[in-house]
């Protein structure tokens, strides 16, 4: 059984950061990706960042340059630093492991960017 636990969510006022993390349990193949997805109110989750465990990383651009993925290879944890937070980086934030083509997800933190 795999399990995602999230911690790192809050409330930041605009400008502030914010570092979200991830520790997966159980049974993790070698190989995997690891990410963060988010979803504000009203709209479609979307990919925020992913990190292979070989190291490659992809981020949406609207994101690049202001966050950064980071992994933990033996410790199964991935992170997300979040600098210069806006409004519009308010959502749900869910980390996701992509294991042999089996997705998992963490139940969700909220971040909350307001002054």
């Known amino acids: 059984q795999v399990q995602l636990v999230e911690s790192g969510g809050g409330l930041v006022q605009p400008g502030g950061s914010l570092r979200l993390s991830c520790a997966a349990s159980?049974?993790?193949?070698?190989?995997?990706?690891m990410g963060w997805y988010r979803q504000a109110p009203g709209k479609q989750r979307e990919l925020v960042a992913m990190?292979?465990?070989?190291?490659?990383?992809t981020y949406a651009d609207s994101v690049k340059g202001q966050f950064t993925i980071s992994r933990d290879n033996a410790k199964n944890t991935v992170s997300l630093q979040m600098n210069s937070l806006k409004p519009e980086d308010t959502a749900v934030y869910y980390c996701?492991?992509?294991?042999?083509?089996?997705?998992?997800w963490g139940q969700g933190t909220q971040v909350t960017v307001s002054s």
């Open positions: 990190a292979t465990s070989n190291g490659r990383t």
């Open positions: 159980g049974n993790i193949f070698r190989i995997n990706t």
């Open positions: 996701n492991l992509n294991n042999g083509g089996t997705f998992y």
